[in-house]
């Protein structure tokens, strides 16, 4: 026990050490300088007011002087002048009017009232801003333009940045904008331009398109981009690999493929060689193929032919020239393969397997320039279904089962940078994602839908006689 009247041990101050710590004072910004930077704001805004927005202005400017001069009756009949003026302009011109007056006006409110307003909390929330208070690190809205079909939006981004950061967060940047997808397009490496679709413009199929005169075999019509312009596939010159789950469409690419190439198969260009392990895809027009399977043992027979043919084309082409130009004597060979996994990986024969796996590698290894293409289908794109995939330059993801399938198919950071294949409705046949070579972000797009009424009216017209390609 502790003994009353003991001297107490003296109370010692803190060391520094033991924890006083610098707080930053709190110093008030004086009221005159925010009056002031207030007053600055103002006047830099009125003054830049014309530029920004010179239409809007000179109306203003032009309705006061009308009101200043003439009193109300010059403003009402300037207005009743600019009124009838539009209307004659609006039905005359249709297409000028609205470019020039619906889809500006449209720009400047989606600008104001969808973008500005909602721009900070969905930058914030998905993670591309700081915090609420920070507008200084906040990227800047530049513009925002409209089209018939998309805004677009041009953004600044701050310091530290980078438009990949963007790029990985297109799913949350679409939904805080209520739009179906987000693009992002990079104009420089801090200025990139968002695009946002007001509408799903590929939600309506289309039918067969026209078949052309001169079929362009490295740029064939087969669909619609999602920005209305067409989707060009390149087959000479390349291989594609169209996967999806059963139903997707893969047919439709398939078709309007063929369709495209149609005039070159007629003058002898171009031959389809099809392999049609399910027997319903290509059997309808087996009329306009060159070369026909439907069971494992021709359809290995025709893919050694095809090698066969190949390589005696390389060794004529040896040392002579470098690429290949379609002629009737050397037409462009697409070899068709609908089902490709029946062959490399569903056919009991292992012997079957392993010789179409070596000759589908080959033909895709060696065979784009001198003028052998393979166009594969395929439902599951996983590597134990189908190894080959990476020797496929060009791919076309429709719907998928799994998120993770869309990087296998259009490669890494596909899905991030958009491409949902997985979360494509299943009522929208024929639409999927695309890499475009000239850009690293898909593109969704839609194959145009050929019919059986289309095939047999193809089949009818363009059927190849056996003796044009030496059946
Ligand atoms: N581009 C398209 N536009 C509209 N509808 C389409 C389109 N493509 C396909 N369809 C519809 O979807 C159905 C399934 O298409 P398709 O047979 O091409 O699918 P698939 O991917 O080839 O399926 P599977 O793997 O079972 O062969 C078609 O019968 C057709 O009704
Ligand atoms: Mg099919």
């Known amino acids: 026990m502790a003994k009353i009247g003991a001297a107490q041990t003296p109370p010692t101050l803190p060391t520094p050490a033991q924890g006083v710590r610098w707080t930053t004072p709190i110093v008030e910004t004086p009221g005159i300088v925010v009056l002031a930077s207030w007053i600055w704001r103002l006047v830099r805004f009125l003054v830049t007011l014309p530029f920004r927005f010179p239409v809007m202005v000179a109306c203003l400017a ?23 003026v539009s209307l004659v302009w609006w039905r005359t011109w249709p297409d000028s009017y609205r470019y020039c007056v619906t889809l500006r006006l449209l720009a400047w409110w989606r600008h104001v009232f969808v973008y500005r307003r909602h721009w900070q909390p969905v930058l914030v929330i998905s993670g591309l801003a700081e915090s609420y208070q920070e507008r200084r690190y906040l990227p800047r809205i530049r513009r925002v333009m409209c089209d018939i079909w998309a805004d677009r939006v041009r953004v600044s981004l701050v310091a530290g940045t980078s438009p990949a950061d963007f790029e990985t967060r297109v799913a949350e940047l679409a939904h805080g904008f209520a739009a179906p997808s987000c693009r992002v397009i990079v104009n420089r490496p801090r200025d990139i331009t968002l695009e946002f679709p ?13 078949t052309p005169d001169a079929p362009e075999l490295d740029a064939l019509h087969v669909g619609q981009r999602e920005d209305g312009s067409p989707w060009r596939l390149r087959l000479h010159g390349t291989h594609v690999l169209v996967a999806g789950v059963t139903g997707s469409g893969k047919g439709s690419v398939i078709w309007s493929a063929v369709r495209a190439m149609l005039p070159a198969i007629d003058s002898g260009t171009a031959q389809v060689w099809a392999i049609d392990p399910k027997r319903m895809e290509l059997a309808y027009g087996r009329d306009l ?30 040392g002579k020239r470098r690429s290949h130009t379609p002629t009737t004597e050397d037409p462009f060979v697409l070899v068709v393969l609908d089902e490709v996994a029946f062959l490399t990986a569903y ?46 330059p060009d791919k076309v993801a429709l719907r998928l089962d799994e998120a993770s399938q869309v990087d296998m198919i259009l490669g890494e950071g596909a899905r991030d940078r ?16 695309v890499r475009m070579e000239t850009s690293p972000a898909p593109v969704r797009v839609r ?20 003796e044009e390609v030496g059946r």
């Open 62 to 84: 032009a309705s006061f002087a009308a009101w200043w001069w003439l009193g109300w009756p010059g403003l009402a009949g300037l207005w009743t002048t600019a009124l009838v």
């Open 347 to 392: 056919h009991p024969d292992r012997d079957i397997r392993k010789r179409s796996e070596n000759a589908i590698a080959t033909l895709t290894s060696q065979g784009r320039s001198v003028g052998f293409s393979v166009l594969a289908a395929l439902q599951d794109p996983r590597k134990e279904v189908m190894n080959l995939r990476n020797l496929f």
């Open 289 to 318: 193929f060159a070369h026909y399977a439907d069971d494992g043992e021709s359809a290995v027979a025709l893919l050694e032919l095809a090698v066969a043919q190949m390589q005696d084309r390389a060794r004529r082409y040896a």
């Open 198 to 210: 007001r509408r799903d413009t590929l939600a309506e199929p289309f039918d067969a398109l026209p």
């Open 418 to 433: 958009g491409a949902n294949a997985h979360l494509i409705d299943p009522t929208f046949p024929g639409v999927g994602y």
């Open 447 to 466: 194959a145009a839908y050929v019919s059986d009424d289309d095939i047999t009216a193809m089949t009818d017209v363009y059927a190849a006689s056996d």
